[in-house]
């Protein structure tokens, strides 16, 4: 997978840009006409000005009424302009706020279904930037440098057809004088652009200092280390400084530069025009507007070297949103789908072999988790898989719950290989615990309320009786209501995890897969656990991934995973006699939660 | 949190005022950089003003003689163009003085800031930290100072300007009376009108700005739960969920773009129309023979060339109340007094005791005590398990002990009154692992290695790249949850601390790692008194004794064994584990 569509040009991405975001060419046209209107409202000053001195203020015969109405009929002119140019920005906007929303509602969609491999942790981030960030580069785009596109681009052309028409031979001696401005401006520009990013660089640097005091205070507090943290400090915080005043310094010469050939264009045309005289056609009045006209044509150059470069980083952004349309979603829908038979769900796996994909820069090749597993367990069996980190149990978990597909080998659940069930169908009937639950930011209820559309307060409520975990939910201060806070962290490891049965619960799944936390709770919430697990378990077909062995020890059977191997398969009981890697683990256990007094 | 000295006088001044005062106290902090910065500004401002007189010039005595008596002067058209040109480059010159150090004095004053808040968390005690959200904190040395000191860089550039159109309204008004008073006019509507427009749009971009930031943690929070999402098979939900979020933001945004594009249009269609009267009243003026072409032409050219600066002076007022919103905020960390070292409240145990409570209570808030009445005496070199269930204040027992929370009431005596604390979250500072154990102490290697070994960290540590000397943190290796606390486990023991305090800090390594490390205290911390929060039976057998702590008192301290025996309420706890693993 890549989220880099390195290979696709601007050209290329702006164009399967456009086709994905359809919102974005609805009136274009209309808007690009009422634009080249309101540039043409920029250049009527300049025009007036001409006119005023070669037909107003001829010496000695100065035409008061002519001015006049030459004011009349260009204030009328700019009004229109400006009417049309009010028009075609507020139409630019509305469009582009449209069009990225649109954008924005695909991704989310798109994102959601995307495999758990593609929502590994690490990636997370690069996922939010996606709609966050890479959106606001476009955004961005469209507030200023889209719309700089549209109306000094319309007004270059405009001021360079009324300056050809005044005069071809000046204008072009305009041109030629400005055209290296553009190169200097590109040069400068390119290594500010650098600048801004070693800027943005180091303050990351020193944000992140900052927080390491903020978050690390009770440790330079109690190892009292204050000043070896300020001197730290002192120094990311002097680096970015300089930085930032050598990012200042480059600026400073990006703008003077934009006014040395404003003048060296004046001096110019004064001097050609000034040689070429009245007998080329040239008039007194063109030469002065040639003035105004020189200041309207360098002020967008200026604007758009800045805007080249707001460009390049939308069409990255935008690259970088279309490479994550393109990716697949995982696991595949089924293209005809097969029912599972209703009732407790047994499990079938045949020959499954999975590997996780190498993580870039870390793993040489991919990595297996599961080799060649087969076994079968039929409905409403109690199952514990047990085994040391990285045996393959979570992994298990993930290809029941069709988190992923195999990579070799077929998973049956009710019969039907799980490729062929539909994910909708899929979810309601086989359910997954985590490891390390995951709440929203909200009340008790709206994270059970989450378990089904349409739940009532009721049926929640009556779901903690039936798991005996009323007596918790009325120690809470706020019962239902109570607020469990970002990720739910203002409840206890546990408590996260009662919830996380109850949720499962309120779904009622016929196939109920375990991911046991391994993290201590204290012994109070355990024990609610426990009896929460064996009325959530009854009748329905449970598989445990179990890093307490007493879990195991309550289990119908007994599943021993090791390095991606299932290597003892059968009772508690049995695989104690047995005397293998059940038996050694189980001992080990023992010996470690056991008091010694 | 505590306000800023005198807040009804403060409120009562206006922003305008307030913005001077602010300036003035960031300027001072580096007047000589703001000093050339304006001067800048001036050459800039004066030589805008002279390109406008050259253009006269240009026009009289260049091109009206050119095309009207067919005369061409050839010095005239050097004089012009020299004129030109040596004014063009002495007004860049001043630019680039001008912005240079005006970026200068902006990004010092802010480096000042920046650490004049970190100097002050660092030197405020936990208990304040535990006050304040440690994001609200950090915001308040970075984004918000930023904010404060934005005030300074448009700074030199309206003083600039400011010159410019005194200058030129001075010169206007000299030249020709009606023609000054339209300018004069002119001028402070162009300003007033970019405030107003900036006034009135920003509240809006705030408010879409906010909406942004609430779709950024609505989007990070349903990715972060993704596995809940698919669980549930609500993939459809969340994005329709998250699709109404991002329509607020639309319409948040959509708000700005009628009003920006109204405004837009207006402040290009103020000075364009304002260049048409000044047209025909110059004409006027021309005609009754009390102007030359050539100076009505500068006035209009100045006054192309005024239209962008008096935008962005606009810009830079409207910026006021979002600097000084930035600058109250850095103020109330720099004004709120700093808080007691609780360690110097430490006295000394009598001899052969470690760790004495005398009836100490603490409470974060009146009315609900987290300890209360704690008194018992520890004899020095023993081992304590401290016990009890989640909130029954064991944690805070151990910071009051580390000295890192003060008492309300009572007395705390520690050995050597320099307790070493390990945390439950182990907390690594980007740098080396030696670097972290040391922090800031003066150990050498061996110390260093010997400490790894007592915390069992050796075997891993010397897996890695380069030893002890592996950057570790954000920006080196990640290391597992157990590795760090072996880690932060070390940095106490190197220290070879009388009192040793462990606040769970064993929990999260496998059973077999904490009695190795156990083992090793007992032998090479043998004098150190240590106290630990446990919580696994096999853990607290190994102590000593045992302090039974419910509901923030002390309701037994013995031996594992005794406790077992006669506190009901111990057994059931600590045999909830037992009790667990014996159900078959």
Redesign the interface.
Known sequence: MSFDHGELGAAATIGRGVRAVPELRQGLGLTVFLAVI?AA??V??PI??QQ??DH??R?GN?D?GR??L??II??TA??LA??A???A??RL??RS??A??GL??RL??H???LS?ED?AEER?GA??AR??SDI?TL?QFFAWGGLAWLLDGTLMVLVSGVMLAYNWVLACVAFVVAAPLFLVLRFVQRRLVLAYHASREM?GS???Q?????????????????????DD??RV??R??AA??H???L???L???G??F???T??AV??I???L??DSG???GA??GF??LT?RFLEPIAEFTEIMDQTQSAVAGLRRILGVLDMPVGPAEASTPQLLPPGALGVDIERVTFMYRARPGVDEEDVPALIDVSLSIPPAQRVAVVGATGSGKSTMARLL?R?VDPTAGAVRVGGVDLRNVA??DL??RA????QE?????GTIETNLA????GLSRREISNAFVRLQLDDWLFSLQAGLDTEVG??GERL?AGERQLIALV?AYL?SPDLLLLDEAT??V??????RI?RALEKLSAGRTTIAIAH?L?TA??ADRVLVMDHGLLVEDGS?EELLARGGVYAGLYA?W???????? | MTMAPNPPVERQRSTLVRGFLLARTLVRMHPRDFAIAVFGAFIFGSCTVA?SKA?EW??DH???P???D?R?AVGA?VT??ML??C???V???G??L???F???V???V??DL??SV??R??????RW?QRHQ?GD??AR??VDVDMATEILSPLPFAAGTVLMVVMSSVWLLLTDIPLGIVAVILFPLLTSMNVIYQRKVSPHYRAAQAQ?GM??AA?????????????????????DR??VI??R??EA??RT??L???F???L??IP??G???L??IG??R??SGSLT?GA??SF??MF??LVFPLRLIGWALSQLPSSLAGWDRVREILDEPIGADPTEALLAPAPGIGVDLRGVSFSYDENTPVVRDLTTSIPVGSTVAVVG??GSGKTTLLELV???LAPDRGTIAVAGR?P??V?QEA?L??GSIADNVG??GQFDGAEIDEALRLADATEFVSTLPTGAGTIVG?RGVSLSGGQRQRVALA?ALVRRPEVLLLDDTT??L???TE?RILANLRTALSSSTTLLVA????T???ADAVLFVVDGTIRAHGT??SL?ESDADYR??????????D??
Not at chain 1, 450 to 453: G, I, Y
Not at chain 2, 535 to 538: A, D, E, G, H, N
Request: some cysteine; overall charge positive; charged content about 20%.
């Open positions: 309101g409202g920029r009527t000053v007036a000005i005023a001195v107003g203020l010496p100065v008061l001015v006049v030459l004011g260009a204030s700019v009004l400006t009417t140019q009010r028009f920005v507020a906007g509305k706020e449209y990225l929303y924005r509602v989310f969609g994102i959601h279904r758990m929502h997370r996922l939010v709609v966050t606001e955004t303050n020193t944000m992140g900052v927080s390491e005091v903020v978050t690390g205070a009770h440790v330079v507090r109690s190892y009292r280390v204050e000043r070896r943290i300020i400090t002192h915080a002097a970015r400084t930032q005043v990012t200042s310094r600026a400073a010469f703008f003077p530069s006014e040395l404003s003048v060296l004046v001096a004064v001097s025009g000034v040689a005289g009245p040239l008039s007194a030469l002065v003035l105004f200041y719950s988190l994910n909708a979810r309601g359910m997954l615990v985590p639950p995951f709440l929203f930011d989450f378990a089904r559309p970002e990720r206890s949720r779904a993290s201590a204290d012994p109070l919430t355990e024990v426990g307490r007493s020890a309550r508690h080990h023992l010996d470690a939660t056991g008091s010694a007094g | 390109s253009i240009v026009v260049v091109i009206l050119r095309f009207r067919g061409v058209v012009g163009c030109v040109i004014i063009g480059l007004r860049a010159v630019v680039v001008r912005r240079t005006a970026g200068i902006k990004w010092r802010a480096q920046t650490m970190v100097e968390l660092v030197s405020q005690p936990l930290h440690s904190l950090i040395a970075g942004l779709l950024s989007v990070h929070e349903s990715f972060e739960g993704v596995m809940v999402v698919k669980a549930f098979g609500a993939e459809a939900r969340e994005a998250l699709a991002a329509a933001l639309r945004r959509m773009v009628s920006r594009a109204t837009e249009a207006a290009d269609a364009a129309l260049n048409i009267g047209l025909i004409t006027a021309v005609q072409v009505l032409t209009l050219y192309t060339l269930a989640t580390a000295g890192l320099s070493s604390m945390f907390f500072l980007s922090l800031g954000e940095r929990s999260a496998d059973p077999s009695s919580s696994r039976p096999s607290i057998a190994l594992h064994a077992l059931e706890l600590v045999e909830a584990y037992e009790h667990d693993r159900a078959p």
